[in-house]
């Protein structure tokens, strides 16, 4: 079946401005993840939706970072006012059971990102 | 949250059997055993979970010491596909959301 879907692949960017990112989970997956990974370096947590829950946002670096889910489905991350050190590969995972039940992840694509 | 110990870097001959160990010597009673592996430049992916018992799927193997003190990914017939870094980690239902995939074993799979 279909995958955990991130658009766009990639994305160069100003300095300054803002920019979004999309995440598309697996059907039916009640958990969705957000990390960001930079070159050479681990995976780094950012944001975690549960259902209906709110989310765990204790992972995001600044409050530039922001993101949410419309629907229980769909999930933006926004970074307004990107900075030079936001550059790195954003990854969004999909999880079928979440904090209760199966915790393996599923993750997409990424999205990269470069802040010149 | 349990933590895990891998070696840093491992050879495999392709077409042989990879076995890349983890520790987990403090895993509590509840905590699952996950693999995960990175290929370069791809996000990570899920290869297998288990609790006590030996798990087998499409992937891989896992087998779980009597004691759950350590664990062993096995990859039965390695490709160079294969080549990836491989992450053990510990999870149970009081695991927060934010999962240390720490350092992982890099695996080489040799032509």
């Known amino acids: 079946g279909a995958g955990v879907s991130q658009s766009p692949s990639n994305k160069v960017t100003e300095k300054g401005k803002d920019v979004e990112l999309r995440c598309d989970p697996i059907s039916g997956h009640t958990a969705l993840y957000w990390y960001r990974q930079s070159l050479g370096q681990g995976l780094e947590f950012l944001i975690y939706f549960q259902g209906n829950s709110a989310p765990d946002k204790s992972g995001l670096p600044s409050d530039r970072f922001s993101a949410e889910r419309t629907g229980g489905s769909v999930s933006t991350l926004t970074i307004q006012r990107t900075q030079q050190e936001d550059s790195a590969v954003y990854l969004c995972?999909?999880?079928?059971?979440?904090?209760?039940?199966?915790?393996?992840?599923?993750f997409g694509p990424g999205t990269r990102l470069t802040v010149t | 949250d349990a933590k895990t110990t891998q070696p840093p870097s491992m050879d495999c001959a392709e077409g042989r059997a990879a076995n890349l160990p983890c520790n987990h010597s403090?895993?509590?009673?509840?905590?699952?055993v996950y693999w995960y592996r990175q290929i370069h430049s791809q996000g990570p992916q899920y290869i297998i979970h288990g609790l006590k018992n030996n798990e087998t799927n499409e992937m891989a193997s896992l087998i779980i010491t009597e004691d759950r003190k350590s664990s062993t990914l096995i990859l039965p017939h390695a490709t160079l596909r294969d080549t990836a870094v491989y992450y053990c980690i510990g999870i149970g239902p009081n695991t927060g959301n934010q999962f240390y995939f720490g350092t992982g074993t890099s695996l080489t799979v040799i032509p």
């Open positions: 995972a999909s999880s079928p059971r979440g904090a209760q039940g199966g915790r393996e992840q599923y």
């Open positions: 403090t895993i509590s009673g509840n905590e699952y």
